[in-house]
């Protein structure tokens, strides 16, 4: 499945997971690393560092003054938060594995509690797509769309949520970007009488995914310094001598 539609960067981070489902992220086409950085509306950067093995992912940033690492075994379907300066580290399961939907190259394929239904074959904007009926059941209820995947690159086309928002993208040109081909795409968000809100992504189709994101916030994300290459299996491990700290269940209210 495409990193484009899973997450943003295949950063481990809430801030980089788009779409409407956080999902675990999916491989990229190959192994890279780069660096990251972000811009809010203030002008306040914040860089950071991530590395793209097979079916792994490591991420370096500045949390709060101290080194977060998040790593992603997407084989052993778990996640790892590391803390350098505490020596320590917290595990959280995935849940991919268990409960997740089986139907092979659907929008519910690794989503737990996902059902998908093909509808047919469609076009958005002149573009091949196949089209979906999608349920998504959570513990805060339900969410049914329709969404448009196109054939050629796997990339949500159309999303029209029951009761809620409508998104479309479209490409607009092929551009380069840190010396790189890319696809610029425009993400259109829409509901009821509200002004429509537009994103725009560079889609690098080498990567299989987007390295850059500016959003009508005015939030800017992007990969820079991209190097091609295999990735030192070490990054993806935890060092023998971290703790494990497993996290109190918070009291029911």
């Given at each position: 499945?495409?990193?484009?539609?899973?997450?943003?960067?295949?950063?481990?981070?809430?801030?980089?997971?788009?779409?409407?489902?956080?999902?675990?992220?999916?491989?990229?086409?190959?192994?890279?690393?780069?660096?990251?950085?972000?811009?809010?509306?203030?002008?306040?950067?914040?860089?950071?560092?991530?590395?793209?093995?097979?079916?792994?992912?490591?991420?370096?940033?500045?949390?709060?003054?101290?080194?977060?690492?998040?790593?992603?075994?997407?084989?052993?379907?778990?996640?790892?938060?590391?803390?350098?300066?505490?020596?320590?580290?917290?595990?959280?399961?995935?849940?991919?594995?268990?409960?997740?939907?089986?139907?092979?190259?659907?929008?519910?394929?690794?989503?737990?509690?996902?059902?998908?239904?093909?509808?047919?074959?469609?076009?958005?904007?002149?573009?091949?797509?196949?089209?979906?009926?999608?349920?998504?059941?959570?513990?805060?209820?339900?969410?049914?769309?329709?969404?448009?995947?196109?054939?050629?690159r796997s990339i949500l086309l159309r999303q029209e949520i029951q009761g809620g928002p409508i998104m479309e993208q479209r490409m607009l040109a092929v551009e380069e970007l840190n010396g790189r081909q890319v696809e610029k795409w425009e993400m259109t968000v829409s509901q009821n009488n509200q002004s429509p809100q537009s994103s725009a992504r560079w889609f690098d189709p080498e990567l299989n995914l987007a390295i850059?994101?500016?959003?009508?916030?005015?939030?800017?994300?992007?990969?820079?310094?991209?190097?091609?290459?295999?990735?030192?299996?070490?990054?993806?491990?935890?060092?023998?001598?971290?703790?494990?700290?497993?996290?109190?269940?918070?009291?029911?209210?």
């Open positions: 499945m495409s990193g484009f539609r899973q997450v943003f960067f295949l950063s481990c981070t809430m801030m980089f997971i788009g779409g409407g489902a956080a999902k675990a992220a999916s491989p990229a086409a190959v192994e890279f690393s780069a660096d990251t950085y972000q811009t809010g509306p203030d002008q306040t950067e914040r860089v950071g560092h991530i590395y793209v093995g097979k079916n792994r992912i490591r991420s370096e940033m500045e949390q709060h003054g101290q080194q977060v690492v998040n790593i992603i075994d997407s084989e052993k379907q778990v996640t790892w938060v590391l803390y350098p300066q505490q020596q320590s580290y917290i595990e959280y399961p995935m849940g991919g594995a268990e409960g997740a939907a089986t139907l092979k190259g659907s929008p519910c394929e690794g989503i737990p509690g996902a059902q998908c239904k093909k509808l047919g074959d469609d076009k958005i904007q002149g573009r091949s797509a196949t089209k979906w009926d999608v349920l998504v059941k959570g513990q805060g209820g339900s969410m049914r769309s329709t969404q448009w995947i196109g054939k050629q850059k994101e500016v959003n009508a916030a005015g939030y800017v994300r992007e990969l820079k310094n991209i190097a091609i290459g295999i990735q030192d299996p070490v990054l993806f491990t935890i060092p023998d001598y971290f703790k494990k700290i497993v996290p109190q269940p918070q009291p029911a209210r």
